[in-house]
Structure formats: structure tokens, C-alpha cells
């Protein structure tokens, strides 16, 4: 039974993941808590669901408990039971211990079972997850960690295994085992990394001189265009000689893109992509890339539209470019976030994308959802505030705009942003005083900003 990723789940049962999503958002942990255990029951090898139902849980709960019975019951009770189901039949005791742990997420006993039956069933990174669970809620319990330990050295990640190891160190700074462990493990991930055991050094471990050199080159910051442009035509020539060979498309993409020639940066991404057997970093950037070349494209439309503003040819063909643009976004965009829903980036790209489409209603659950990155947040809120605005739904508008003011402290470009913007519905709302105010602040700090001085130096003119 394999482990899956939330894009392999049945497009029946993404509804109810993405109905989960929703009830986290809202903080309605226990609807999400039942949602997610219907899931796990058919679906045992969806690790994300797991993790994030034992996160609804904690927050149900208040976090690990101090004190736990065996199993979080009394001896002799549901718990023994599940042990003899576990024996016979893994995977049907996993709702059995998935139901036990809404109450204590947490227990010892339970997370040890769920990890057994998980190696049973050949799920290793869920049981990995079920002893993570344990570190993570009572540090202080030193067996399962370096039962945790041992099963990462098994795994063949002494990276890990090391992790777990200094933990226990912390924990019990005399642990023998534990001291050992680390040392032990943190030799067999040099060799790993460095691939000592070969007997190789770095050099000889690629191809040959010229791309050594060509790589220490790479690593170089500052290089001139011309520089650039040297390298180019050498990866040129040897992607020429090797139009298979990877390392090559990757490194003439990532030379296209620093010269920002974005067409032929896209074209070799996606080429790097094919060979990469899906590598989804370099879909992405080919996407970037692509995104690129088309505001590129637009660009030059525009300064023609605008230094000939009667060519009406010129302007309907910027208009269904832009059309084009705006549905090519939105498309891109819904694939991403098919591909991974939890990523609140995405889901922020997406309600951007249906904002500048025109699909307000459709962009608001999406970046509501987005909000739970604080690295983003700001600009979700802006994004928010200008789309309920868009909406004239100006009260909604201005919370999410005094949401995003009380995130910020100094003075930058993005608090100037979210002052204008605040000033402009309040001024559509009729509230000319307060709109005042939001000008006035970006006035005291920026006197060139926009058309703030206008705005302000008018309202003393009696």
C-alpha cells in the first residue's frame, strides 16, 4: 500500500479535503477532525491528512498531556483491544487508534502502536510521522526516541537519526547510547554526502574538467553580460553536441534568465523539466519564465498603445492579449494549486490571478485561505481589501486594510500602499476625514508618493 500526496487522492474525496482546508481556516477543528478521519479510513496512506489532523486534534485538546494512562484508558479496557487487532490486522486498527487519539493526540502508547502497524503495512514515513509526534509532545520520553533513531538508521538517514540523537542528549545529557549515536551517525552522513566511501573527490565526480570549471564559474556573484553571454554560446555548443544531457539545459535556462531573454528561459526550463523526470522546481520556473515573456510582450503593447493612442489595431491587440494573459494566469494557476492545495503561495497566486481576470467572487476563498502564511499576509489582506472594494463591500474592505495596517510598523512602500488604498475607500464611503488621515500620514514621510500632496495641500485651501 503506498503513501500518497493530496493530488493522487480520488477526485471524490478532494472535496472533502478541501472542505477540511476550509474548516482549519475557520478554526472549526472538530468538523475538520471528522472530515479527515473519513478520509484516513479509506485513504490510511495520506500522510498530509494525518499531520494535519493531529494538528486539529492539539488544538482540540490543549497539547500533550503531563500525565497518561496505558493508552489513555485503563488497563484492560478498548486499548488491549486494539493491540489484539493491530496483531491480526494492521490497517483495520488504525481508525480503531485514530478514534483513541482525538482524545490524547499525544500518547505514548497509542503514537508507538500507529508506528508498528504503519511498518507492518510498509507505510515508513507515516510511522516515522508517529513517533515524530511523540518527540515533538514529550521530549522527555527517551525510548521512543531512540526507537525513532534506530528506525531512521534502518531507513538508511543517519541525517535524521542524528537529529533524534542530540535530542535525546538534551534530554539526558549522560546517555551513552545517545552520545555514540550522534557520532556514529554523523560520520556515516559525511560519507554519505561526500560519497567518501568511493573513494572520490569531488572533481572526479563529474564529467569532466570543463564542467567543473564551468560550475566554479557559476558560483562566481557579478558577472558582466559579456561574461554572461560567453557562457551562453559554450552552453549553446555543448547542448548541441547533448541535447539529452540535463545539467546543461538547466545551466543555459539559468543563463537565459539572467540575461532575462525570458522566451528562450521558459523553452529550456520546460526542456530541463522533461529530462528531469518531473522535477517540479524547474516546472515552475518555466512557468515564471513564460509569465515573464508574455508581461514583456504586453509591455512593448502598452508604450506603443500610448505613443500612438488612435491606432485602434494596436489597441485590440493589446486587449486580447490581455484577455489571453488573464486566462492563461488563471489556468496556470488552478493547475498549481491542484497539484498541491495546502501551499497558501499558491492559493494567493490563484485569487490573484481570478482578481485580475475579473472573477472577484471566485478569488476571495482563495486568498482567504492564503492568509495563513504571515510571510504573505500583508499583501493577501491588500489584495482582500481591494477586491471586497472592487465589490463595493467597502466595511469588509477596510478590515482587511486595518488587519494589514496593524501587521506593519515602519513606515515602507507597503504600509504607503495600504494607507492609500484605505484613504480611497473611505473616500468612496463618504468619510472625507478619515480618508484625510490615511493621506496625511504618507504625506509626513513621502512627499512624492502618488498624488498625496495634491490630496492633502487642497484640503487647507478654503
Not at 507492518?120 to 520520553?141: Q, V, W, Y
Not at 546543461?248 to 523526470?277: G, I, Q, R
Amino acid at each position: 500500500m503506498p503513501e500518497i500526496s493530496d493530488k493522487e487522492l480520488p477526485q471524490s474525496v478532494k472535496s472533502f479535503w478541501l472542505k477540511a482546508l476550509s474548516a482549519v481556516e475557520v478554526k472549526n477543528f472538530g468538523y475538520a477532525v471528522s472530515l479527515l478521519q473519513a478520509i484516513l479510513k479509506d485513504h490510511p496512506g495520506f500522510l498530509t491528512g494525518r499531520e494535519m489532523l493531529r494538528k486539529c486534534e492539539s488544538n482540540l485538546t490543549g497539547g500533550p498531556k503531563k500525565k497518561q494512562k496505558i493508552f489513555g484508558m485503563e488497563s484492560g479496557g478498548p486499548g488491549m483491544k486494539i493491540q489484539g487487532v493491530a496483531k491480526k490486522d494492521p490497517a483495520a486498527a488504525l481508525p480503531l487508534i485514530e478514534k483513541e487519539l482525538e482524545k490524547d493526540p499525544f500518547n505514548d502508547g497509542l503514537n508507538e502502536l500507529l508506528h508498528d502497524c504503519f511498518v507492518k503495512m510498509e507505510l515508513f514515513d507515516s510511522a516515522a510521522f508517529a513517533l515524530e509526534t511523540l518527540r515533538k509532545g514529550h521530549p522527555d520520553n527517551t525510548k521512543m526516541m531512540h526507537k525513532l533513531a534506530l528506525f531512521y538508521i534502518e531507513r538508511g538517514k543517519p541525517d535524521l537519526a542524528g537529529d533524534v540523537y542530540n535530542d535525546i542528549i538534551k534530554a539526558e545529557p549522560t546517555d551513552a547510547a545517545a552520545i555514540k549515536g550522534s557520532k556514529d551517525c554523523a560520520a556515516q552522513h559525511s560519507m554519505q554526502r561526500q560519497k567518501w566511501d568511493e573513494n572520490a573527490s569531488v572533481r572526479d565526480l563529474m564529467k569532466d574538467q570543463q564542467e567543473f570549471q564551468d560550475l566554479e564559474s557559476a558560483s562566481r556573484a557579478g558577472m558582466t553580460k559579456d561574461q554572461m553571454f560567453e557562457k551562453r554560446d559554450r552552453l549553446i555548443a555543448r547542448y548541441n553536441e547533448d541535447p539529452n544531457h540535463l545539467g546543461n539545459a538547466k545551466e543555459l535556462a539559468l543563463v537565459f534568465e539572467n540575461l532575462e531573454d525570458w522566451e528562450n528561459a521558459a523553452t529550456f526550463y520546460d526542456w530541463a523539466h522533461s529530462l528531469s523526470n518531473g522535477d517540479v522546481a524547474l516546472k515552475s520556473k518555466g512557468r515564471q519564465m513564460s509569465d515573464k515573456f508574455i508581461a514583456q510582450q504586453m509591455k512593448v503593447l502598452q508604450a506603443g498603445v500610448e505613443a500612438d493612442p488612435n491606432n485602434t489595431e494596436l489597441r485590440a491587440q493589446l486587449d486580447e492579449i490581455l484577455r489571453a494573459r488573464a486566462a492563461e494566469m488563471v489556468a496556470n494557476a488552478k493547475q498549481r494549486v491542484d497539484e498541491n492545495p495546502t501551499d497558501p503561495q499558491l492559493r494567493f497566486e490563484l485569487g490573484a490571478a481570478l482578481f485580475n481576470a475579473g472573477d472577484l467572487s471566485a478569488a476571495i476563498p482563495h486568498l482567504q485561505q492564503a492568509k495563513s502564511n504571515p510571510h504573505i499576509r500583508t499583501k493577501v489582506l491588500l489584495l482582500l481589501g481591494r477586491t471586497f472594494k472592487a465589490k463595493s463591500m467597502f466595511d469588509l474592505g477596510l478590515k482587511q486594510l486595518s488587519d494589514a495596517i496593524a501587521d506593519l510598523h515602519a513606515m515602507d512602500n507597503t504600509k504607503k500602499e495600504v494607507l492609500y488604498e484605505k484613504g480611497l475607500i473611505h473616500e468612496e464611503m463618504g468619510d472625507k476625514s478619515s480618508a484625510l488621515d490615511c493621506f496625511k500620514q504618507i504625506y509626513e514621510v513621502d512627499y512624492g508618493y502618488r498624488d498625496v500632496a495634491q490630496r492633502v495641500e487642497s484640503s487647507y485651501v478654503s
